[in-house]
Structure formats: structure tokens, C-alpha cells
């Protein structure tokens, strides 16, 4: 995908990114795109944080995907500094086009410049195809993920 741009999110974003997060069978149950506030709240903390990335693709002035990227420095490994790719989602117009390649070199490319070890992520286990996905992209089943809901 060529004539994509990817490029850090800015406030105006926020209404398309939250579509994409709502787009699928998980999200649809778990997002709210008709009240943007804790979102654009989100957004603001995220943006004011340096360790933070998220990220648009854009084509033709349409976002068509998303992910967040966070850098985690940290002691183990002998200090190794590790990434964290976060809601990765491509727009349902544009999936099947290779932008989720796309976008996961985009964040190899990028932990690896800011001195990552690790490019790390967690996938919902009901998205077989995302596993097979990251797995043929050269990820590895190295752990079991675990989450406590707080909320």
C-alpha cells in the first residue's frame, strides 16, 4: 500500500479511530462511539505522553487504520527497553489490502529506532486470524496473557 500515510493521530482523528475500535464483533460490545468524552480525555493523555505513538494510515484523506505504539523502558533483560503494540485495526473498507502489514512494519521499524529489544503485543484469543497474522509476520507464542478488569 503505496499511497498510504502513516502519521501520529491528532485530536481531530479521534470520532474515525473510535469507528475503526467499534468495527468488529469485540469492539462493538465494548466501545461507545456516541459519547466521544472519554475518549477525546484518552487521546489527550496519550498525546502528552512521550512514550506514547498512536498512530493513523490515511489514504486519499480517509483513515483506514490505527494502532498504538508504547515504549516501555524497563530492568529486565539487562535494562532492554521493550515496545508495546496496542489496538491495532484496519477501517472494514480497506481490510484484505495488506495494510495491516503495513502497519505492524511501520511499528517494527519504529521500536527498533527508539532502541526496543522487544516488540510485544496481546491478541484476544476469539481472533484466530490475528494470531496467524502476527505469527506470520515472525511473531511467537512466547507467553500466556493474562487481564484483570478493574472496571
Given at each position: 500500500m ?93 481490510r ?29 484469543k ?26
Amino acid at each position: 500500500m503505496t499511497d498510504v500515510v502513516i502519521r501520529r493521530a491528532t485530536a481531530t482523528d479521534v470520532p474515525g479511530i473510535v469507528a475503526m475500535l467499534a468495527d468488529d464483533e469485540i469492539g462493538a460490545g465494548r466501545e461507545t462511539p456516541a459519547d466521544l468524552t472519554p475518549y477525546r480525555a484518552a487521546f489527550t493523555a496519550i498525546d502528552a505522553d512521550p512514550n506514547q505513538f498512536l498512530v493513523v494510515a490515511e489514504r486519499n484523506g480517509e483513515l483506514i487504520g490505527t494502532l498504538q505504539l508504547t515504549v516501555i523502558p524497563g530492568l529486565s533483560r539487562q535494562g532492554a527497553t521493550r515496545a508495546l503494540v496496542e489496538a491495532v485495526r484496519v477501517a472494514s473498507s480497506a481490510r484484505g489490502l495488506g495494510l495491516g502489514t503495513t502497519l505492524m512494519q511501520w511499528s517494527i521499524e519504529e521500536a527498533r529506532a527508539r532502541g526496543c529489544a522487544i516488540l510485544q503485543l496481546t491478541s484476544d484469543k476469539a481472533r484466530v486470524d490475528a494470531h496467524r497474522f502476527y505469527q506470520n509476520l515472525g511473531f511467537t507464542q512466547t507467553h500466556e496473557g493474562f487481564k484483570l478488569q478493574l472496571s
